[in-house]
């Protein structure tokens, strides 16, 4: 199984909502990444947790919190976000914390009104 | 710094063409994956390249590695329509950065 889910597909929310993203994977991946991505863009890096610890963060604003219950799961909070933040929000998994090999969901269209 | 650069950006070709989209750093790599990425879908892994040198074959696409280990290519032959899509590339340095490439946009015409 080298699948990765996420849910919701689709997510609208106001700026004064609060929201969250959800990932789960099965392939006994050590490492899992949160990924934004605008329209006719590549993916930008937003945070990597490695072994269920946040590794990177990526300057990404405080309205968007991570969360890695356990080894399987990653999460997105969000809150008080702004139009400017609508957008494909991609998670993937890693066998370790190496970038390599990537196993992508097929991400949360997120629109912010 | 390291600077990652793809092209072409864009590509519309008829079906039944080749064509062939470059990835490009000014540093070597430690490892390059390309992927390819449907409207409104996650990105799918296609190959990973890791030797100088290395050629790897997927169907009709071709992928190759510099010999120096700061280039690599795809290489599609007799493109169809179910090839349309956004192609990346990614790459990985020996100090754990990893940088996409701004993407080629394939489109190819029946």
């Known amino acids: 199984d080298t699948e990765v889910t996420q849910t919701p597909k689709h997510l609208v929310m106001g700026m004064t909502n609060k929201k969250s993203l959800k990932c789960e994977q099965h392939m006994g991946h050590r490492a899992m990444y949160w990924y934004k991505q605008k329209a006719k863009k590549p993916p930008e890096l937003m945070f990597v947790y490695s072994y269920e610890k946040l590794s990177i963060n990526e300057s990404v604003p405080s309205r968007f919190s991570p969360e890695c219950p356990n080894s399987s799961l990653l999460n997105l909070h969000l809150h008080a976000l702004q139009p400017e933040d609508s957008a494909l929000y991609l998670c993937?998994?890693?066998?370790?914390?190496?970038?390599?090999?990537?196993?992508f969901g097929p991400g949360t269209r997120l629109t912010v009104t | 710094t390291q600077l990652l650069e793809q092209s072409p950006q864009f590509l519309s070709i008829q079906e039944g063409e080749n064509l062939t989209v470059y990835c490009n750093s000014s540093s070597v790599f430690s490892s390059l994956q390309w992927y390819r990425q449907e409207p409104g879908e996650g990105p799918v892994l296609l190959v990973t390249v890791v030797t100088g040198g290395e050629v790897k074959k997927l169907k009709r696409l071709t992928f190759q590695f510099g010999d120096a280990r700061k280039d690599s290519s795809l290489h599609i032959t007799a493109a169809q329509p179910g090839d349309t899509g956004l192609y990346l590339c990614?790459?990985?340095?020996?100090?754990?950065?990893?940088?996409f490439g701004a993407g080629t946009r394939l489109t190819v015409k029946p």
């Open positions: 993937a998994s890693s066998q370790e914390w190496q970038f390599y090999e990537q196993y």
């Open positions: 990614a790459g990985q340095y020996n100090n754990n950065d990893m940088r």
